[in-house]
Every structure is written in structure tokens, then in C-alpha cells.
């Protein structure tokens, strides 16, 4: 025994700290029981979860469950983003339109202006994106032995912003009016253009004052304007013709202050860059589909520790590689990028195999209560690898994953699982990891293997990210005779905005067919 634990331990300590795609919750119960199921691991796709709970059980059934299933998320508020710099757009829209006309603009459109600088620098960060993933197979299980067919597919839309090319250019038009620059008549407007004043010059990381020049480079302010302090007389000025009060003044001054820091830095940038019109903005997408052949075996180890048992997978797993970037500031066309993507992309096979543990603690030791089981599985121990497209070169890494899971029985009819991920996965957003951590239960209402309700509930969190809030699932179905019908989602806790309207940051569902005996 000693031998065994001290081998199994080599094996699995050769997990990565990273890997190349998230654990995948494959099958209507686990999804229902928030993704919690390496320690329950029975029926067909115990293979998947646990190839140990394939050993054969007076409670483990046999035969096929066909589960198919998807989720989506939005990483790192990119919804959130997106939308504040959709709502931006009218007000650059109104600089541009004063930059053609020579017209004037407010000290709102620019503080605006500033918010959005910002919000296309915090675009930038890691862990920002979107990521779908779809999986589905057939599974089948006779006795100890296993058979299936799974895909595994997750896509990534990683979005970078250009914010070196955002030069507005010189139009040969005037922002303001003659003598806008000059002074001001009211003690309260004075106060407030203090206050912008000393906000632009906040913006500002080097002698270069960033907001003048972008606004006023190039002759597009009248000559009165020469720098910050006399821009924001002139954005006073303006507001008080308009009659903008000094507190709305004073309130855009606080708004550029707020987002000095993280605008500064795209402000420089896009007055040593080139034209929004070379702007290289795009969105790439990141995807990988992996189908798995897997035969899966196990074994009862009672002679080393009474209600272990040890099970192994190996696989033929074929790996479709597919990138594409889609430059949204040029011409090109948005189903030009996604015919090239399919066009470009690369298959190749790699072996793989899978191995886990589950002991029955009760078999060792009867008085324990709630029947304990523990298992963990290693999964894609020998990290294969796969062609990427000629376009991008390399290899594609499948790094191995590593998860802990424990179950419980409080009553025959009532079970309670837990799982953690040893390993912290990336995924397809670049820079966004994943270790997911899942609670869940299963009441079985009728718990008639003829005739059954299953009622299932529970609750993961993506403990790699420290911003990530609870999801949670729900399961249910119907389980007549042989034939199992199962249908479970997820929805996160955490909202975010699109469109004015309130939608989750995950979402997903699962669906399955079984036949079971």
C-alpha cells in the first residue's frame, strides 16, 4: 500500500500549474450538482469523472447516457466595458462633429472624452473576454469496462484596442469661439475651471499636456487657447452660454480626475501614435475542439486497502486548432474572418490517458458515519500536444488536470458531494484562469430503481479568480424503468449590463439521454 500511495503521489504531483482548458462539466448530474462528481463517479460517465467508479457495485448501473451540454461566460466585466464605451459614443461623437464644424463642446463630452480613454485601457487587461464551451458524446459501461466518444469545445474571444492609433487629426476646423480662452466674469465659473484645469493637468504624465493637444493640435482651437488653463476657461466659458451650471462644471473636472490614472497613459499614446484611421483594434478567436476515444478499466485493490479501487482511461484524442482576428476598425468583413478560421485550421491526433482513485471509507471502517467516499483523477497525465494552424505555428499543450473530490450519504435517498481542482487551468480568454471549486446534493424523491424523481441542487466558484462570484445550478428529471431523462442548468449570481438590460455572467445547461440497467 505504501508503495501504491507513494507512486500514485509522483504521478499526480506532475501536475502543471496551468493547463490549457478549464475542467469541463460533462453530464446532466454533475451539472446539477455544481460540477461535484469526481467522488460519486457512477454509471457511464464515471470514465470521465472517475474511471475508478467504473469498478463494478451492486449500485453502480451499466449501459449508455448520450449528455450533451454548453456555458457561456463574460470575463473580467468585458460586458461592463463595452457597454460604458457604447455609451460614450454620442459624446465623442459630438467632439468629432465640433472638430468638422468648429463648433464647441462641454466640459461633460470632455470628461467623457477622458472616461473613455480609460475604459479602452482597462479593455486591454488580462482575463478579458467572452468563453463558450460545448461538450457531448455517447458513453458506454459493461460491468468494469467503459467505451466512449466525447468532444470537448471551447472558444475565447479576446478582444485588444489600439490605443496608440487614436489620433483624432487636424481638420482645419476651430473648436470655440474667438476669445473663449480669455477670462471669465463669475467668481463661481472661475472656481470651477480651476478645478478642470487642475484635473488636465492631472491627466498629464509628462510636460505634454495630453488633452490640449489632442483637442487643440493642429490649429482646431481658436489661437485664444494655448494651453490647459486656457482650455479650461474656454470649456467654462462655454458652459456658462449654455447655461451649465458651475456645479455641472465641477462635477466633469471630477470625473476626469477619477479616471486620470488609467487615461493617461492612452492620451500619450495617441499623441505619439498614428490616425484612428490605422487604428489595429480586433478581436481574435481561440478555439479548440478535442474528441476523445477513450477505453477505461477498473480495479478492485482490496488486498491494499479495503474499498479502494483504481481506474484507468487511454485515449486516441484528436485536437482541432483554430484561430482568427477580426480587425473591426478596417474593412474587412466579419464572415471573411470566420471562413478563415475554419479554412486555417489544424488536426492531429495524440494518445492520452487518464487514471483515478476512489476508496469507500466504510469498507474499511464501518462506524464512520454518512458512508464517506474520497476519489481523485488525473486527467491528460501525459500532456499531449497538438498542430496549431501554419498561420500561427507551434504546438497546442492539452496540460494535464488535477481534481480532489469528496461524498457523503446522510440518507440512502440523499447525497452530498464536494470537489476542488488542484489545478489552475487557463483557458481559451487569455489570462483568465480557472479552479473551480463545487458543492452540490441529489434527493432521489421516489429512489425506486423502476421509478424515480431526482431533485438536484448546488453551487461552484472559479476560486482562481478572486473577483468571481457564486453560480448556481439546478437539476432534475425523470428515471422510468431503464430509460433516464435529465435536464440541468447554471446561472452566476454576478450581473452585468448590456443594452440597458440585467443579464448573468454564466450561463449554461445540460440535457441527457440514458439507458441504464
Given at each position: ?237 462655454y458652459a456658462d452660454s449654455q447655461n451649465i451650471s458651475p456645479e455641472e462644471v465641477s462635477q466633469a473636472a471630477a470625473l476626469i480626475a477619477q479616471y486620470a ?102 469498507a474499511k471502517y464501518p462506524g464512520v458515519p454518512f458512508r464517506p467516499r474520497i476519489g481523485i483523477v488525473g486527467r491528460n497525465l501525459n500532456s499531449p500536444k ?56 441529489e434527493i432521489n424523491v421516489f429512489n425506486r430503481k423502476a421509478f424515480n424523481i431526482p431533485l438536484r441542487a448546488g453551487i461552484m466558484k472559479n476560486i482562481a ?53
Amino acid at each position: 500500500m505504501k508503495t501504491l500511495i507513494v507512486s500514485l503521489t509522483a504521478l499526480f504531483s506532475f501536475a502543471a500549474a496551468a493547463g490549457a482548458e478549464q475542467w469541463q462539466v460533462l453530464g446532466t448530474r454533475p451539472m446539477g450538482m455544481g460540477g461535484a462528481f469526481v467522488a460519486v463517479a457512477q454509471g457511464p460517465i464515471a470514465q470521465y469523472w472517475n474511471p475508478a467508479g467504473l469498478v463494478k457495485t451492486s449500485a453502480n448501473v451499466s449501459g449508455m447516457e448520450i449528455p450533451v451540454g454548453a456555458m457561456a461566460e463574460f470575463t473580467g466585466g468585458i460586458v461592463k466595458n463595452a457597454s460604458e464605451i457604447g455609451d460614450m459614443a454620442d459624446q465623442l461623437n459630438a467632439i468629432q462633429t465640433a472638430q468638422e464644424t468648429g463648433g464647441a463642446i462641454t466640459p461633460q463630452q470632455a470628461a467623457d472624452f477622458v472616461k473613455t480613454m480609460s475604459l479602452l485601457s482597462d479593455m486591454n487587461k488580462p482575463g478579458k473576454g467572452i468563453l463558450v464551451e460545448a461538450n457531448g458524446g455517447v458513453n458506454f459501461k459493461f460491468s468494469k469496462v467503459a467505451l466512449s466518444v466525447n468532444n470537448f469545445t471551447s472558444v475565447g474571444a479576446n478582444p485588444f484596442i489600439d490605443v496608440n492609433n487614436l489620433n483624432l487629426g487636424s481638420t482645419g476646423n476651430s473648436i470655440f469661439t474667438t476669445g473663449t480662452g480669455g477670462s471669465l466674469n463669475d467668481a463661481a465659473y472661475t472656481t470651477a475651471a480651476n478645478e478642470l484645469e487642475a484635473a488636465l493637468d492631472s491627466l498629464d504624465t509628462t510636460t505634454t499636456e495630453s488633452v490640449y493637444n489632442l483637442f487643440c493640435g493642429g490649429g482646431q482651437c481658436d489661437g485664444s487657447i494655448t494651453d490647459n488653463d486656457t482650455l479650461a476657461i474656454a470649456l467654462a466659458n462655454y458652459a456658462d452660454s449654455q447655461n451649465i451650471s458651475p456645479e455641472e462644471v465641477s462635477q466633469a473636472a471630477a470625473l476626469i480626475a477619477q479616471y486620470a490614472d488609467s487615461a493617461a497613459p492612452v492620451l500619450a499614446g495617441a499623441l505619439s501614435g498614428g490616425s484612428y484611421t490605422d487604428n489595429t483594434s480586433n478581436l481574435t478567436l481561440d478555439a479548440a475542439s478535442f474528441v476523445e476515444v477513450a477505453a477505461g478499466y477498473a480495479w478492485n485493490m482490496d488486498k491494499y486497502l479495503s474499498g479502494l479501487s483504481l481506474g484507468a482511461n487511454l485515449k486516441m484524442v484528436n485536437g482541432r486548432i483554430a484561430t482568427s482576428t477580426f480587425e473591426f476598425m478596417s474593412n474587412s468583413e466579419t464572415g471573411d474572418a470566420f471562413d478563415d478560421m475554419l479554412e486555417d485550421a489544424k488536426s492531429s491526433w495524440a494518445p492520452a490517458a487518464d487514471l483515478g482513485l476512489l476508496w469507500n471509507v466504510n469498507a474499511k471502517y464501518p462506524g464512520v458515519p454518512f458512508r464517506p467516499r474520497i476519489g481523485i483523477v488525473g486527467r491528460n497525465l501525459n500532456s499531449p500536444k497538438f498542430d496549431r494552424p501554419d498561420t500561427v505555428g507551434g504546438t497546442y499543450t492539452l496540460d494535464r488536470q488535477v481534481r480532489l473530490g469528496l461524498a457523503f450519504n446522510p440518507l440512502n435517498f440523499w447525497t452530498l458531494a464536494a470537489d476542488v481542482d488542484l489545478t489552475k487551468n487557463d483557458t481559451a480568454v487569455d489570462g483568465f484562469k480557472s479552479r473551480q471549486l463545487a458543492l452540490g446534493t441529489e434527493i432521489n424523491v421516489f429512489n425506486r430503481k423502476a421509478f424515480n424523481i431526482p431533485l438536484r441542487a448546488g453551487i461552484m466558484k472559479n476560486i482562481a479568480e478572486s473577483d468571481s462570484e457564486l453560480a448556481y445550478t439546478l437539476g432534475t428529471g425523470l428515471n422510468l424503468l431503464f430509460m433516464h431523462l435529465d435536464v440541468s442548468g447554471v446561472i452566476s449570481s454576478e450581473k452585468t449590463t448590456l443594452d440597458d438590460n440585467d443579464i448573468p455572467t454564466k450561463v449554461g445547461v445540460a440535457v441527457s439521454f440514458g439507458l441504464l440497467f
